[in-house]
């Protein structure tokens, strides 16, 4: 980046001189002229342990001081964003607080909520997991405090529209410190390109006694394939805004007002004071104290190799004095992360943001098991709710919530690890058998598929006399795998509409401002393949779950009438697909008939799903969110994150709840409002649907607020016109999702008819009112069960019979005594029986039957001859006589052909087999 952008007014000013790090070789700003180092770990040790750079304040302290210091310097103050950024469509977590303003306010396109404004935002990073409880400065859960100015170039005025910009910001960040007692002349600004979100600038990194305090960043670029600025391998450009981007990380200044060891010393007290105490730790500070404290001023300088060298110990020594606090450290943290994320309403699971959810909480249990603590997680997350209940008091309201999903998570953890034992024991064999170490793809693939962490499996395959390298970086590296929204690609057909649209401009979209009109005329704009194109449609294009609307446009010149099959839209531009649109020349008028009967179905379905996810919110709980719809004419769905299934009581709750809303004809309103006053007055719940594009969007509103979305899709102008709402089933399609599938309007009358008449075929059948059916089928259940068991027993005392009659015909096949017979009608576990009775008594049994059109086979083989003769073998080669195939144990096997014709041929195959192996 050129030197020039770091060539700031404020810094000669104030006679700060640039060098260049004799370590590092980067440049930075001091006014100490003796420095040689930029002030950085490694070039650099935390000088500040058990020296504090300020006098001590708490973390409430700290917030307080920086955000009343910018407020005084005419900022804003504004209330933090969710942990989980539902704004954003590229990632799952909020991890900085400019990710509040990407993408639209950082592109000029919507403008920020205020300007200049200050936040300390809680951010979530996972990228450095096994850092945590480590180094000692590293966390998953932290509160970036920022000051935020947004520039734009070319104001209409004239003027370039600047806020502030490099020489303020440097400025305030010198006063602030100077206000806290910092000794300005032990602090460096460190130069230090920045990238993050499509974006990059110059940027400064702020540090005193080892410790980066702060990043000052200027973000005036943008990701450009043609850009002639190159950072970190990509292209950039500048952008039409310039921003000011600032992260000032609370907790580190937290950390060295009180000088402690670590940064979780600072922030979690209580906390690892109760961990240690439960795991039976004699403090180490007590026991190891030098070791400890040497090890933090060091760790950001070198790694654990050198300074197990510098106290004369082995590496795996050093491990066991710091790996049980290093473990308190994390569950500390851990419980923290937790605390935000499962408020903020993510739900575990196995994907997007509640795989991270997930991730972080079997970190937890894991280390928790490690310590021999018994303390349930809930507890322990609670606990850190109420340390931050002043500070966020929104917190609490989902405490229930959180103590019964933490609760139901280990309870499925420790499922997972009792039914993993037998996974990695047969991978295990199998690699033993390659003579090959458990590799890492696969242990990722153990953790994504089966939950197992690679300690469990490195624990259970060593039993089996294979190792398991573990990368130190395992659980960054699934985490960054899951980490980021994936992009779906454009369908080709849609990329090849997109290349001949470009040119053509949007389409008036009738549909909105006459949503209850079903004709129109327009004027064909252009046509190719089966596409054409209007100025103006009142058809619906496919999106958000909502399926495209079918009629006809008619060529009046021509008195043609066209059939429309699809509808899809490019970018603003509308294609209408014609079933043989051939000829249909530009400028041709056309009259538009939309499908009434389709378009209604669609357009209650669509209102019917805001009420039903309304509904549902108020019976299951405020973390419901939408994962994905689909609208049709006769029924609909909604996925929603929910994390165990649907009980029959909220089923009807929520079916109640909806009808309800539906029979108080509350009014549905949809207009277009300013994106940032959206969020601002309704929230981040208007991104239900997914994040539409634009300065401008669409919302949905039901009553008053009662729901509020935006939402392209078409509605009905009050819930009344929705009509009955018929909940058809629910069911859990996937780990923390749910599915509830309904019908509205006349489509939910015709489904309560049809389950109206199900009841009347079942009642007929039975020859008894529909009042008594439920007791009649319990009645007839309980006799078909104990007629079913009658059925067992008498099978069984005919299976001794006929073990006593097999015996009698058995034969001597080369010195093996054998039994191979036909049952007629016996089933497969039957004969199963049969064999495994005949085995015991030293018989080889072939036994084959005849049901229908399939021939079965079980084989058994005593223990003696298992090395002699396979049971597998045998009935491989009887069912390839049979035209069919099977296999098992050496001991016991089982399989079947179609051939039932070949059923002697077969057992005289077996008996040849047993001839051959015994020769």
Avoid at 87 to 109: C, E, H, M
Wanted: with cysteine; charged share 30%.
């Amino acid at each position: 980046m050129n030197d020039e952008e770091y060539n700031i007014e404020y810094f000669k000013e104030n006679e700060l001189i640039r060098k260049k790090c004799e370590k590092c070789g980067t440049y930075y700003w001091t006014r100490d002229k003796d420095r040689k180092t930029c002030g950085d770990a490694p070039c650099d040790i935390y000088s500040f342990i058990g020296e504090p750079i300020f006098k001590e304040r708490s973390v409430e302290q700290i917030r307080e001081s920086f955000l009343s210091f910018f407020e005084s310097h005419g900022h804003k103050r504004l209330k933090r964003y969710p942990v989980v950024a539902r704004w954003r469509d590229d990632i799952y977590l909020n991890i900085a607080s400019i990710s509040n303003f990407q993408p639209f306010v950082t592109a000029g396109k919507v403008p920020p909520p205020a300007n200049p404004l200050v936040i300390s935002q809680p951010c979530i990073r996972l990228e450095d997991l096994e850092s945590i409880g480590k180094t000692g400065r590293h966390l998953t859960a932290f509160e970036m405090m920022g000051h935020h100015a947004f520039n734009k170039r070319g104001e209409e005025s004239g003027e370039t529209g600047e806020i502030y910009w490099k020489n303020d910001t440097v400025r305030y960040c010198d006063e602030y410190l100077r206000q806290l007692g910092v000794d300005m002349d032990c602090v460096t600004y460190k130069e230090a390109p920045w990238v993050g979100g499509g974006n990059a600038g110059p940027s400064l990194e702020v540090i005193t006694s080892g410790l980066e305090l702060a990043t000052l960043v200027f973000m005036d670029l943008k990701l450009s394939p043609q850009g002639q600025i190159h950072i970190k391998g990509q292209r950039y450009d500048k952008m039409d805004t310039y921003i000011v981007d600032t992260g000032y990380g609370l907790e580190r200044f937290v950390w060295a007002s009180k000088g402690s060891p670590t940064v979780y010393d600072a922030i979690f007290p209580d906390m690892i004071k109760e961990l240690i105490n439960a795991a039976g730790i004699v403090h180490p500070l007590e026991t190891h104290h030098e070791i400890i404290m040497q090890n933090a001023r060091l760790s950001g300088a070198m790694g654990r190799r050198e300074i197990a060298k510098r106290f004369g110990i082995s590496q795996e020594e050093l491990k066991n004095i710091l790996g049980p606090i290093e473990s308190v450290y994390a569950v500390s943290d851990h419980t923290k992360c937790l605390a935000f994320m499962l408020a903020d309403g993510i739900v575990p699971s196995n994907a997007k943001e509640g795989y991270l959810a997930r991730l972080v909480l079997r970190r937890a249990f894991r280390m928790l098991k490690s310590l021999n603590i018994a303390i349930p997680l809930e507890e322990l997350v609670l606990k850190q709710i109420k340390t931050l209940k002043n500070s966020f008091p929104e917190l609490e309201e989902s405490v229930d919530r959180i103590v019964e999903i933490v609760a139901l998570e280990k309870s499925r953890y420790d499922g997972t690890l009792l039914k993993g034992g037998r996974i990695v024991k047969q991978l295990a064999k199998q690699s033993k058998l390659k003579a090959q170490k458990i590799q890492l793809d696969k242990l990722i693939d153990l953790y994504d598929t089966h939950g197992l962490p690679p300690e469990f499996v490195s624990e259970v395959a060593s039993t089996q006399g294979i190792a398991v390298d573990i990368p130190e970086n395992f659980y960054s590296l699934v985490a960054s795998m899951h980490g980021e929204e994936e992009k779906t690609a454009l369908e080709p057909l849609l990329v090849g509409l997109k290349e001949k649209t470009e040119s053509i401009p949007a389409t008036l979209k009738l549909y909105y401002d006459e949503p209850s009109a079903l004709d129109f005329d327009a004027v064909v704009l252009d046509s190719f393949d089966d596409f054409v194109i209007l100025d103006k449609t009142l058809f619906f294009p496919e999106g958000g779950g909502q399926p495209a609307d079918t009629g006809s446009l008619k060529l009046k010149e021509e008195n043609r009438t066209l059939k429309v099959q699809d509808v899809q839209e490019v970018e603003g531009v509308i294609l209408h697909k014609i079933e043989n649109g051939s000829g249909i020349s530009k400028g041709s008028v056309v009259s538009g008939h939309i499908d009434a009967e389709r378009r209604i179905a669609h357009t209650r379905h669509h209102s019917a799903t805001h009420i039903v996810v309304c509904a549902a919110r108020k019976v299951l709980g405020s973390h419901v969110w939408q994962a994905g719809a689909q609208k049709g004419e006769k029924r609909a769905r909604i996925d929603v994150t929910h994390f165990k299934r649907i009980s029959d009581a909220e089923r009807k709750e929520i079916e109640l709840l909806a009808n309800r809303m539906v029979m108080e004809d509350k009014e549905i309103q949809a207009r277009f409002e300013d994106r940032e006053e959206a969020e601002q007055k309704y929230k981040f719940g208007i991104y239900q649907g997914g994040v539409p594009p634009g300065k401008a969007i669409r919302i949905v509103r039901i009553g008053e607020d009662e729901d509020v979305q935006a939402c392209a899709g078409t509605h009905c102008t009050k819930t009344g016109e929705v009509g009955p709402i018929k909940i058809l089933r629910t069911e859990r399609i996937q780990d923390g999702i749910v599915r509830i599938e309904y019908s509205a309007g006349e489509a939910a009358v015709r489904a309560v008819q049809a389950q109206e008449e199900l009841i009347k075929v079942a009642a007929a059948t039975l020859k008894v009112p529909p009042e008594k059916l439920p007791h009649t089928v319990e009645r007839f259940f309980a006799e078909w069960k104990h007629l079913k068991k009658e059925n067992e027993r008498l099978r069984g005392e005919i299976a001794t019979l006929q073990i006593g009659l097999l015996k009698d015909h058995a034969k001597d096949v080369s010195g093996v005594r054998v039994i191979a017979e036909v049952l007629p009608d016996a089933d497969t576990k039957e004969m199963m029986k049969i064999a495994s009775q005949l085995t015991e008594d030293g018989f080889l049994t072939l036994l084959i039957s005849e049901r229908g059109k399939r021939a079965s086979v079980v084989s058994s083989v005593p223990k003696h001859l298992k090395a002699e003769i396979s049971a597998s073998e045998l009935v491989k080669r009887v069912c390839e006589v049979l035209g069919g195939s099977g296999g098992g144990k050496a001991e016991i096997a089982q399989g079947g052909g179609e051939k039932v014709e070949m059923v002697e041929d077969a057992i005289a195959a077996g008996i040849k087999l047993i001839q051959d192996l015994q020769k």
